[in-house]
């Protein structure tokens, strides 16, 4: 408890300013200036850029990218090599390595003790326990968390700052991203906890400390641990909640009418029907979110694709330039702010925001798999950046050149302008189809925000406990940020969550390189496994 009020304290502290400030400014306005004036250091700290010739890049971008170059050549290009497997574990045709054998209880009641392959007791599968949700059901709920304005928002901004160019780029990036996904959602099922109920608490704040402790670094584990842990609750107030209920929002009221729609000035109302539907779904835990997503995501993503593909193929006359702008613009850019560099930069940006590739979030959900071979999840896993990155930006990008909309002078817009502009490239061609992506984008903003609240959930257990009181808590305040994010403008809120997203790379992507062999060790026994069924 002691700890719970000290956090708080730390979260509400550079609020209590607000008192100070001019009483001629709306609430919303005191809050966001407050906050900005005591936490924008740390906002341009994880954002600072790099000078690169004439481009700017975001510094965090690096560990990430090299990081996912990294493990493609340590694990062999097993973002390439392990598809196929990775399809058909998913599609269940491995079920019988996962046979029960006879595994007594293990469950210790001090997690510093470890057995000798460097894995904690209480990781072991407890009887008649082994996870709580299936590979595909893990797989959804963790792409629910990163398909979504990204790719529909994000897109249009990259596309329109790098050209077609940087089409290429994300793709390339989508492809590398896979080997760091693989990475740490092996890690997080290796190392997770499961209660004697079966609840699952896994992610980087658990493989960290645990990994890091068979390594002979356990102070640093913890440290690491604990980092990570703040940044993921952090993130999920903000990135993970208010921001997608305030751009469902936005775009809700601008496709009926903006400032002259009925429901101007009633965003607290939206966010209010939001938060008693994510309320309803999270009170579940992964189970029910699961059990949702796997519907939610799978529906929505086939929509969007599938409308993607009717736009491209009705202007099947231009693919072949489409593409070929996208090559060009690749090599050769001309007339693209930046030049080569620049184009590069946006395709990687795009890729690494809109995938969280060694971000470290996705192992969260995974850890909650049904599996006793962590290797099996890490290859599901690697999936997601290709879906999200690979698949749904790749069309985004394909309709907005196909259709005319890559435009530099929409460089500057934000999310839910962008959101329009991509909506504006559809309705080209299919002239309802806007109504869709509204719906899209809503549904896709709420499986957002239930795996977010997951993933928040997870990092407030490790810090806070496990008891019922704490798990409603933070449940409560999580969905009262759901209306505040609908109702108000908390622009240096919610850049100071998005900070704490990219800030959870650093802890996380240590941790992944120091245990890169114990995860070799887990593939190797893994395709083992797989092999022995086939004889």
């Not at 940006?349 to 590739?357: K, L, T, Y």
């Not at 909309?405 to 329009?420: C, G, H």
Request: charged share 15%; proline share 3%; glycine share 12%.
């Amino acid at each position: 408890m002691k700890k719970l009020f000290l956090f708080l304290i730390t979260l509400i502290f550079p609020l209590l300013s607000v008192a100070q400030e001019s009483q001629k400014m709306g609430m919303d306005e005191k809050i966001d200036k407050a906050f900005g004036n005591a936490t924008g250091w740390f906002v341009e700290f994880i954002f600072a850029k790099i000078p690169i010739g004439n481009v700017e890049v975001y510094w965090v971008l690096f560990p990430l990218i090299l990081g996912a170059l990294y493990f493609t050549f340590y694990f062999k290009f097993i973002n390439f090599r392990g598809f196929l497997t990775s399809v058909k574990i998913v599609s269940g045709k491995y079920d019988d390595v996962e046979g029960r054998k006879d595994h007594k209880v293990e469950i210790e009641e001090k997690a510093e003790i470890f057995t000798d392959d460097g894995d904690n007791p209480d990781t072991i599968r407890v009887e008649g326990h082994d996870g709580e949700v299936s590979h595909f059901q893990a797989l959804t709920a963790a792409l629910s968390a990163t398909v979504g304005l990204g790719n529909i928002a994000g897109v249009a901004i990259a596309v329109s700052i790098g050209g077609a160019g940087a089409t290429f780029w994300m793709i390339i990036a989508g492809f590398l991203g896979m080997a760091s996904k693989f990475v740490e959602c092996t890690l997080g099922v290796k190392y997770r906890d499961i209660e004697p109920d079966g609840t699952v608490f896994g992610g980087p704040m658990y493989y960290l400390r645990k990994g890091l402790h068979s390594k002979g670094m356990g102070g640093l584990g913890k440290v690491l641990a604990a980092m990570f842990a703040v940044f993921v609750i952090g993130g999920s107030f903000g990135g993970g909640n208010m921001f997608q209920a305030n751009q469902a929002f936005q775009l809700l009221e601008n496709i009926t009418g903006g400032e002259q729609s009925f429901l101007h000035g009633y965003g607290w109302a939206f966010g209010l029907v939001m938060a008693i539907l994510v309320g309803i779904v999270i009170i579940g835990g992964i189970k029910s979110i699961a059990k949702v997503t796997d519907k939610i995501v799978p529906f929505m993503v086939v929509i969007y694709v599938l409308a993607s593909l009717f736009i491209i193929f009705v202007n099947y006359d231009k693919i072949g330039w489409a593409i070929g702008q996208i090559i060009n613009g690749a090599f050769s850019p001309e007339g693209v702010a930046g030049g080569a560099i620049g184009v590069l930069v946006q395709g990687f940006r795009r890729a690494a925001f809109s995938n969280e590739a060694g971000i470290g979030s996705a192992s969260i959900a995974h850890s909650a798999v049904k599996t006793k071979y962590p290797a099996s999840e890490g290859m599901v896993a690697l999936l997601e950046p290709f879906i999200d990155t690979v698949v749904v930006c790749t069309m985004t990008a394909l309709v907005l050149i196909i259709t005319g909309f890559v435009n530099p002078e929409n460089a500057s817009l934000n999310d839910a302008q962008a959101i329009l502009l991509t909506t504006d490239a559809f309705s080209s061609v299919i002239s309802w189809f806007p109504y869709v992506l509204t719906v899209a984008v809503i549904l896709f903003a709420f499986s957002t925000m239930i795996s977010w609240s997951y993933y928040g959930f997870q990092g407030w257990s490790y810090l806070f406990g496990r008891s019922k009181k704490m798990e409603y808590t933070y449940k409560l305040i999580f969905c009262l940020f759901v209306i505040v994010g609908a109702a108000a403008s908390l622009g240096s809120v919610i850049g100071f969550s998005d900070a704490m997203i990219f800030a959870m790379m650093v802890p996380n992507m240590v941790g992944l390189v120091i245990l890169a062999p114990k995860v070799r060790e887990e593939l190797t026994k893994y395709m083992k496994a797989i092999k022995n069924i086939g004889k």
